[in-house]
């Protein structure tokens, strides 16, 4: 069998000396150009199978000759990986949208370009993401907190695991708590990554560039981050106010891409979150088993009456179920006057552990009961949205 081909664009000769050596230690043929121009010209001709493009470079900048490439294919689609200077997002989206797949900033670890060169060969390299969303569920699932600290982000995050690798379903996840989004730490993810900032900026946005603006856990889900800070989130708020079918344009490409979207929201109700409410298709209201939660229940279920809502998309999930406060599930339902349609067990301490590590419990612990639990969670889930149909795009 042919070894698989690697065209390295780069004008720098200690860049090039490096990419070859280690690319060549890993079995592969190696083609260098030394510019934009030359690479735009080798990709024709050499058809190779994945190309390491750098940015900065004479004649043609990486920039340019990613999308001359681009408009030269007919068909087979190569994966580009762009070798970027600095971490900034700008860029990196300047990239995307030139038609590049992923990035790498310089300097970088041979370990993690080996790692972003094989995951981008084993997805078929050129599966773009129009084939990608050919035949998904297209389910939007969001997580409302009834009051803070009861474990919202965790169960989004640890129930999108499950969905993928437990019941191998194309799972993304959306942090929509604005102005104070966790996911970043929970998943020990940087601040130089993209985000829904992003996304609902890009005038032009596609299946395609969302797919790319996502970030690859790699536990298998895909992720659309919150704003990096507060202040970037007043950019979303006012481009939602302003265009909010720019919102809902990334809510319906995700749709198309995901068999599941999961939404992790603030716990407030404004025009945000309400435009979240009215396209889910159903609305998990996250809460525990005390007086002040079930108050705070009682009011959500009461606003999302009074929204319209059929009380089958508002759907209760009790966490820590079996912690001891005193109010058993019983009374809690009585409480509300309806049943409790999910419950996820009490595992306090594996839960904070997996917190404060970056690794979510699906990931370092599934076996645990905290981890049975949630992939009872996911496969009830799976099983009531699998078989209805999506909500009205």
């Given at each position: 069998?042919?070894?698989?081909?690697?065209?390295?664009?780069?004008?720098?000769?200690?860049?090039?000396?490096?990419?070859?050596?280690?690319?060549?230690?890993?079995?592969?043929?190696?083609?260098?150009?030394?510019?934009?121009?030359?690479?735009?010209?080798?990709?024709?001709?050499?058809?190779?199978?994945?190309?390491?493009?750098?940015?900065?470079?004479?004649?043609?900048?990486?920039?340019?000759?990613?999308?001359?490439?681009?408009?030269?294919?007919?068909?087979?689609?190569?994966?580009?990986?762009?070798?970027?200077?600095?971490?900034?997002?700008?860029?990196?989206?300047?990239?995307?949208?030139?038609?590049?797949?992923?990035?790498?900033?310089?300097?970088?670890?041979?370990?993690?370009?080996?790692?972003?060169?094989?995951?981008?060969?084993?997805?078929?390299?050129?599966?773009?993401?129009?084939?990608?969303?050919?035949?998904?569920?297209?389910?939007?699932?969001?997580?409302?907190?009834?009051?803070?600290?009861?474990?919202?982000?965790?169960?989004?995050?640890?129930?999108?695991?499950?969905?993928?690798?437990?019941?191998?379903?194309?799972?993304?996840?959306?942090?929509?708590?604005?102005?104070?989004?966790?996911?970043?730490?929970?998943?020990?993810?940087?601040?130089?990554?993209?985000?829904?900032?992003?996304?609902?900026?890009?005038?032009?946005?596609?299946?395609?560039?969302?797919?790319?603006?996502?970030?690859?856990?790699?536990?298998?889900?895909?992720?659309?981050?919150a704003p990096p800070s507060p202040e970037a989130a007043d950019?979303?708020?006012?481009?939602?106010?302003?265009?909010?079918?720019?919102?809902?344009?990334?809510?319906?490409?995700?749709?198309?891409?995901?068999?599941?979207?999961?939404?992790?929201?603030?716990?407030?109700?404004?025009d945000f979150n309400l435009q979240l409410f009215d396209e889910?298709?159903v609305i998990f209201v996250v809460m525990t088993a005390d007086?002040?939660?079930?108050?705070?229940?009682?009011?959500?279920?009461?606003?999302?009456?009074?929204?319209?809502?059929?009380?089958?998309?508002?759907?209760?999930?009790?966490?820590?179920?079996?912690?001891?406060?005193?109010?058993?599930?019983?009374?809690?339902?009585?409480?509300?006057?309806?049943?409790?349609?999910?419950?996820?067990?009490?595992?306090?301490?594996?839960?904070?552990?997996?917190?404060?590590?970056?690794?979510?419990?699906?990931?370092?612990?599934?076996?645990?009961?905290?981890?049975?639990?949630?992939?009872?969670?996911?496969?009830?889930?799976?099983?009531?949205?699998?078989?209805?149909?999506?909500?009205?795009?």
């Amino acid at each position: 069998m042919a070894a698989t081909k690697v065209l390295v664009v780069d004008d720098d000769l200690n860049i090039q000396r490096v990419l070859v050596f280690t690319l060549k230690q890993e079995g592969f043929e190696v083609l260098v150009a030394s510019d934009g121009a030359s690479g735009v010209e080798m990709a024709k001709n050499a058809e190779p199978d994945l190309i390491l493009m750098d940015v900065a470079m004479p004649k043609l900048d990486g920039y340019a000759a990613t999308q001359q490439i681009r408009m030269a294919e007919q068909g087979r689609r190569v994966p580009i990986i762009m070798l970027t200077s600095e971490a900034d997002v700008g860029e990196r989206v300047k990239g995307l949208r030139a038609g590049a797949d992923d990035d790498i900033v310089k300097p970088f670890h041979p370990l993690e370009l080996m790692a972003r060169i094989k995951a981008l060969l084993a997805r078929g390299g050129g599966e773009d993401a129009a084939a990608q969303e050919q035949s998904t569920l297209g389910r939007l699932c969001v997580f409302y907190g009834a009051k803070g600290g009861v474990g919202t982000t965790t169960i989004a995050i640890n129930t999108a695991i499950a969905l993928t690798r437990d019941l191998k379903r194309r799972t993304g996840l959306i942090d929509a708590n604005l102005q104070f989004g966790d996911m970043r730490v929970f998943l020990d993810l940087g601040l130089d990554t993209a985000s829904i900032v992003n996304a609902i900026g890009e005038p032009d946005l596609d299946s395609d560039l969302l797919h790319k603006l996502m970030v690859r856990h790699h536990t298998g889900i895909e992720l659309l981050l919150a704003p990096p800070s507060p202040e970037a989130a007043d950019i979303v708020v006012e481009r939602q106010r302003m265009h909010p079918e720019a919102f809902s344009n990334v809510l319906n490409l995700s749709r198309r891409l995901y068999d599941y979207t999961l939404v992790d929201m603030a716990k407030s109700i404004d025009d945000f979150n309400l435009q979240l409410f009215d396209e889910a298709d159903v609305i998990f209201v996250v809460m525990t088993a005390d007086l002040s939660c079930l108050k705070n229940v009682r009011l959500v279920l009461e606003t999302m009456a009074s929204l319209g809502y059929e009380r089958s998309k508002v759907q209760l999930v009790l966490n820590r179920s079996n912690a001891y406060t005193g109010i058993n599930v019983n009374n809690a339902e009585s409480a509300l006057g309806r049943q409790i349609d999910y419950q996820i067990i009490n595992e306090y301490r594996g839960a904070i552990s997996a917190l404060n590590s970056g690794e979510p419990f699906m990931s370092s612990r599934p076996d645990s009961p905290l981890g049975r639990s949630v992939i009872e969670f996911a496969r009830a889930l799976d099983t009531e949205l699998a078989a209805e149909p999506a909500a009205a795009r």
